[in-house]
């Protein structure tokens, strides 16, 4: 089965400091990955996506993502992490059946807290 | 320029009523989704249209819901004989089409609260 996994519910990180979010995957076939951010009574937004090509994605606010294939894993990264960061992060993987149509699978999402 | 709105921003309805949520997608839009997040939850697939055929709806949980999307703009869905499990926030987003580079724009949500 398709599916993706956040394994932190929180992650805790002091500003200035780098910051990961975890995220690992479960496709059949070509994986295409996506990172979303998800601020208070605010629609998600996206950040970044892997299709094909570089293993390093780099998107919005300064964040990158790194795919790694033998890990079957998409982390999340950013060098400084900002207070501003502090929100809900959603790891997404879409897949493709052979009837041509396509679904998102989104992870359970990352709280992601970042102390002054 | 104008994103995905939703309307209402919040719905509280009693158990058993009938309920419809509007989804105003990006002009211009071909893809439309919808998605039911519910608290300490990813978004959870619904049904996607492509123009306005419902191209994937096997995320509907039961025949009590249903959408439409007459005129392949903008998206309504009926929830029919409301339970207090449908209590989410209904989720819509669209995209300018179902190629792989095609990142989907969300729109802020509807909050449904069933009584």
């Known amino acids: 089965a398709q599916s993706v996994a956040q394994p932190e519910d929180q992650v805790n990180v002091a500003e200035g400091n780098p910051l990961t979010v975890k995220c690992t995957y479960s496709?059949?076939?070509?994986?295409?990955l996506f990172w979303y951010v998800q601020y208070p009574n605010r629609g998600l937004q996206f950040l970044l996506k892997y299709i094909t090509g570089d293993n390093l994605v780099k998107g919005s606010y300064g964040f990158e993502a790194e795919f790694n294939k033998s890990q079957t894993s998409f982390h999340l990264k950013k060098p400084s992490a900002l207070v501003s960061d502090s929100a809900l992060y959603f790891c997404a993987v879409r897949t493709r059946y052979t009837s041509g149509t396509y679904k998102y699978i989104f992870g359970t999402g990352t709280r992601l807290k970042v102390l002054a | 320029g104008a994103g995905v709105s939703q309307t209402p921003s919040n719905k509280v309805t009693e158990k058993g009523k009938y309920v419809e949520l509007r989804c105003d997608p990006i002009?211009?839009?071909?893809?439309l989704y919808w998605y039911r997040q519910s608290l300490g939850q990813g978004p959870e697939f619904l049904i996607y249209?492509?123009?306005?055929?419902?191209?994937?709806d096997s995320g509907l949980p039961n025949d009590r819901f249903f959408a439409v999307r007459p005129e392949g703009s903008v998206s309504t869905l009926k929830i029919q004989r409301t339970e207090r499990g449908d209590s989410a926030v209904y989720l819509c987003a669209s995209s300018s089409g179902t190629g792989a580079f095609n990142e989907q724009f969300f729109g802020p949500g509807t909050r449904l609260t069933v009584l």
């Open positions: 002009s211009g839009h071909t893809a």
């Open positions: 496709v059949s076939g070509n994986p295409y």
């Open positions: 249209f492509q123009g306005t055929g419902a191209a994937d």
